[in-house]
């Protein structure tokens, strides 16, 4: 018994709610910790498709406690939405639901503010979901942010939401991006639910480990996608590491046994920043339509690229990932033909190392190695059964990883997951 994080260790996308969902069968208790409804984990069950923007995945478990962690900003008429949407699902979300009074809150204001930045960016947009996330990670660090728990002190809310609409009307010509009153109401709306289900989230989680209870961490975004660690600027707002992970659920990161990387049997990336892999066409399109490469948030198409085993191995490095979880590996049977980024030819010279500096990544060249194809392996239950191509760029994978096998997921549904065992 124990605590695993599961992280994403590449741009996102990478299949996290479906690994994460699988472990919670054995659970009992799962952590979202960072991020916010920019995320979107997706787990298909009995043939229905969940996306999940802010609930942990663990909710499809039956008896699964779910903690929403401090490190997350909530968007809670999204919050609303999700919980309503699983009680239609038949599954019950009532005591087994806790949201952080640590917790920070996107109010309306975060959302246009987030567009009026990426509008003034011009032709070096970030390419952000618009949901709000940076400016209300910002207005956390800057001390003027609005907790879940102020929600519960309607006495103090309005002067603390006045103070917070103040800092930026010099964003707008010197005019209000959004009332008080607007965000207020927004609030005192949803105030209901939060009273229902806002609590002490970190000490519950920290008696659960006391208790020898087993706990899932659930990542959002992928590693690539970290504020220090990642291609900044074109990054997320928060820590998707193991260290952002511990902070964000309130857990000392000694606790942590196992550390699950998720990574997907190629690469993509939704929004601006660089792809250096990425796969010429037919091959884009493709890869695209068979793994269904749509953001969970944003509909927008993914960009497709060949497996980047320098950054595989950049983010186990940096995480101290223990086993390996390999995504999609379906996706890639049949296709013509197969690569493998080794590395990067840079200034002459071969560098098999990531690079998150963005003026390196403009500049370099992957260098490929060719790869056989194999058939379809949908129906797999066994590694052992995995055809010698497939099972072979497993191994690949699992060289740059550093450490050993854990899950390789050969389709959409729950039941199309091969366990090599812990």
């Not at 260790?9 to 920019?38: P, S, T, Y």
């Not at 787990?43 to 609930?55: M, N, Y």
């Not at 690229?305 to 950054?311: H, I, M, N, P, Q």
């Not at 797999?380 to 191509?389: E, F």
């Amino acid at each position: 018994m124990g605590v695993t994080a599961v992280i994403g260790l590449q741009w996102g996308d990478e299949g996290k709610g479906k690994v994460v969902d699988a472990f919670c069968q054995g659970a009992d208790v799962a952590v979202r910790c960072q991020g916010g409804a920019n995320a979107g984990h997706t787990v298909v069950v009995d043939g229905k498709r969940f996306i999940l923007h802010l609930v942990p995945s663990g909710i499809l478990t039956e008896n699964v406690i779910c903690l929403v962690g401090n490190g997350v900003v909530v968007d809670l008429e999204v919050l609303r939405g999700e919980i309503e949407e699983i009680g239609r699902a038949g599954l019950k979300t009532s005591g087994r639901l806790v949201l952080s009074t640590k917790a920070h809150v996107v109010l309306p204001i975060h959302k246009r503010v987030e567009a009026i930045q990426e509008q003034k960016r011009g032709d070096r947009k970030i390419g952000t979901t618009k949901r709000g996330i940076g400016p209300c990670y910002s207005d956390k660090c800057a001390r003027v942010g609005i907790r879940v728990g102020d929600i519960l002190e309607p006495s103090t809310l309005a002067e603390k939401i006045g103070s917070l609409c103040g800092t930026y009307r010099d964003l707008h010509n010197d005019q209000p991006v959004s009332s008080i009153d607007e965000n207020l109401e927004h609030c005192l709306r949803h105030s209901d639910m939060v009273k229902e289900i806002a609590g002490d989230a970190g000490s519950l989680l920290r008696r659960s480990v006391s208790d020898g209870k087993e706990i899932i961490l659930e990542g959002s975004q992928g590693f690539l996608l970290d504020v220090d660690h990642g291609t900044y600027p074109y990054v997320t707002s928060s820590s998707t590491g193991i260290h952002g992970l511990a902070n964000g659920a309130g857990l000392a990161p000694t606790e942590i046994g196992r550390i699950v990387g998720v990574a997907k049997a190629y690469t993509t990336r939704v929004g601006a920043g660089p792809l250096p892999t990425l796969m010429e066409e037919p091959f884009q399109t493709e890869v695209r339509e068979r793994g269904k490469e749509y953001g969970a948030t944003t509909g927008r198409p993914r960009r497709c690229g060949w497996l980047d085993l320098s950054a595989i191995r950049y983010a186990c490095a940096l995480n101290g990932v223990t086993s390996l979880a390999v995504t999609k590996l379906d996706t890639l049977s049949g296709l013509e033909e197969l690569k493998l980024c080794e590395g990067y030819d840079y200034g002459g010279n071969f560098v098999n190392a990531f690079a998150g500096d963005l003026h390196i990544l403009k500049d370099c060249t992957p260098r490929y190695v060719a790869h056989p194809t194999w058939g379809e392996i949908g129906n797999l239950t066994d590694s052992k059964d995995l055809p010698v191509a497939a099972s072979r760029y497993v191994e690949r994978m699992l060289e740059a990883a550093a450490c050993r096998l854990e899950l390789i997921s050969v389709g959409p549904s729950r039941e199309q997951l091969i366990r090599v065992g812990r």
